[in-house]
Nanobody, 112 residues
Framework: QVHVVETGGGLVQPGGSLRLSCAAS????????MGWYRQAPGKEREFIAR???????NYSDFVKGRFTISRDNAKKTIYLQMNSLKAEDTAVYYCRVYVSYWGQGTQVTVSS
């Protein structure tokens, strides 16, 4: 069993920044690809970014230049640095350990 826990969500003003963390634990020797997704109220869950074990990344177009995904393999943790946040970034943010494991999500609210 693999446990995935996201932290770092909260309330931030438009234009502000947040850094999300995702820690994996349990029956894993090393992690492969991991990623971030989000789901806004009334919308489908959408892909944000993905990072491979050796640090290769890809992003959805709507976050390029604003969000950065990174990882610390020794800590089995990935991060999502979010800058220039907008109201439309408000959502529950989920971490995924590919292919099968998801966290419970952390709420990000961007509002003045």
């Amino acid at each position: 069993q693999v446990h995935v826990v996201e932290t770092g969500g909260g309330l931030v003003q438009p234009g502000g920044s947040l850094r999300l963390s995702c820690a994996a634990s349990g029956r894993i020797y090393s992690l492969g690809d991991m990623g971030w997704y989000r789901q806004a109220p009334g919308k489908e869950r959408e892909f944000i970014a993905r990072i491979s074990h050796d640090g290769g990344t890809n992003y959805s177009d709507f976050v390029k230049g604003r969000f950065t995904i990174s990882r610390d393999n020794a800590k089995k943790t990935i991060y999502l640095q979010m800058n220039s946040l907008k109201a439309e970034d408000t959502a529950v943010y989920y971490c995924r350990v590919y292919v099968s494991y998801w966290g419970q999500g952390t709420q990000v609210t961007v509002s003045s």
